[in-house]
């Protein structure tokens, strides 16, 4: 048994709670440092295989879902909920006294006074209440602001309630991302859910600095029920049960091949998109980039001047099963010539990147932040008192415990008792 109470003792101890914290704090700043999501060919060409190897091994490619990120979570809210259980009981206690012990030490004390109850109302403590001790004294007391005993627990249950928010958030929740320029219509992954995008704005200031991006979009669910909103920057929409969030921007371009002089395909490419040429699957144009005014820099390369479409200039590149043909720039106008193939790039336009999530423990989280904020606020702003006074010689003895704050206290008692007529003894 005493084990037993040794293990729960560490478990629910601050000295645990620290090291859970510098863990999870350490581990945050190193998963930090890693890209997320990436394959082993990518860690591997930008580190090395070693390295690669290490960081698949332990997860650090997905740090947040990994077995160890959890443990360490599900600890550190064990650790809360064990701190707040074996915390209860004796703040219950505490929030529940009655009669206080006319002989504990006080943190202020005024002697002789004639009026104790000046002394009460001038601490804002109306409520005067009357007893008789044990052997037989009269007492008069009165509390104030008991609830601020229980600021440090309510806070640390907010915060319990933010870490398991956000742990089943990150277990249960939906991510998709939808891109594309406006009058296309995308697919929300596995969702269902249809994206249409009506317009896309981008709002410049006077020093053409960007001051907002703003998309409309219709969202149709399965049963063709169709729901509109805009979202730009900071103002995600809520549609059909996920938000959406304008996430990003770009440049995209319509791309037309011609066979022999004539059309086979037109599309739209954003930038960092490829297509095949139609029949012939093996043969790929891919838009690298795209400069609105663009020039070439001898020895430094490509660059754009500014952000007007001045000069445009495509970045493309050309891949035959899978290895490259060849990389250039084609300017409006200009054309691409590959066997009875002829490709061109015109009206760029930017794009929308629209960012969808689900996550049902967002209310949660929410109530976790309140609370967390509710114990906050009465850990650091309601100052719990206690005062009483006991007959004394030559009048009243009156005492008073703060539970913090004890200095801020003793300028308050000792401003009660003068206003009162009585000096501080």
């Not at 410049?204 to 729901?227: C, F, K, W």
């Not at 490709?343 to 969808?356: A, D, G, Y």
């Not at 007959?391 to 704050?405: D, F, H, M, Q």
């Amino acid at each position: 048994m005493s084990n037993v109470k040794k293990i729960w003792k560490f478990l629910s101890s601050m000295r645990f709670a620290l090291i859970l914290l510098v863990l999870l704090a350490g581990s945050c700043a190193l998963a930090s440092l890693v890209t997320q999501g990436q394959s082993y060919d990518w860690y591997a060409a930008r580190y090395s295989g070693r390295v690669a190897a290490w960081i698949l091994a332990f997860r650090l490619d997905d740090a947040f879902h990994s077995v160890w990120f959890v443990l360490l979570s599900g600890f550190l809210v064990l650790n809360l909920l064990f701190c707040n259980l074996l915390h209860f009981p004796a703040l219950l206690r505490r929030s529940r006294e009655t009669v206080p012990n006319p002989d504990a030490p006080p943190d202020a004390r005024a002697e002789g006074v004639q009026d104790p109850e000046a002394v009460f109302r001038a601490l804002g403590l109306p409520r005067i209440r009357h007893a008789t001790t044990a052997d037989g004294r009269e007492l008069r007391y009165a509390y104030r602001n008991r609830a601020g005993l229980w600021g440090a627990w309510v806070c640390h249950f907010g915060i319990l309630l933010l870490i398991v928010a956000f742990s089943l958030g990150q277990a249960t929740r939906q991510e998709y991302s939808v891109y594309g320029v406006p009058g296309q219509t995308r697919p929300v992954g596995d969702t269902g859910l249809l994206v249409t995008i009506d317009d896309f704005r981008v709002d410049l200031r006077d020093d053409n600095s960007v001051e907002q991006y703003t998309a409309d979009i219709t969202v149709t669910n399965p049963d063709a029920v169709q729901q509109s909103a805009s979202v730009s920057v900071n103002a995600p929409a809520r549609l059909f049960g996920m938000t959406f969030y304008q996430n990003s921007t770009g440049w995209a371009a319509n791309v037309r091949v011609t066979e022999d002089g004539e059309p086979l395909q037109e599309t739209v490419l954003c930038a960092g998109e490829y297509v095949p040429v139609s029949g012939r699957p093996e043969l790929v144009i891919y838009f690298n980039a795209f400069y609105p005014d663009y020039e070439l820099i001898p020895g430094q390369g490509p660059r754009t001047r500014s952000a007007e479409l001045n000069n445009p200039g495509y970045l493309y590149s050309v891949y035959y099963r899978g290895e490259i043909l060849g990389m250039n720039i084609l300017n409006d106008g200009e054309e691409l010539t590959i066997d009875e193939y002829t490709v061109t790039f015109s009206e760029p336009r930017t794009f929308t990147l629209i960012q969808v999530k689900r996550d049902a423990f967002a209310w949660l989280a929410l109530a976790g932040g309140l609370i967390m904020t509710l114990g906050l606020f009465l850990a650091f702003y309601v100052q719990p008192v206690t005062v009483w006074a006991a007959p004394g010689e030559n009048g009243w003895t009156v005492s008073g415990i703060s539970r913090k704050g004890g200095a801020l206290f003793r300028e308050q008692f000792a401003r009660a008792t003068q206003e009162g007529g009585n000096d501080l003894a």
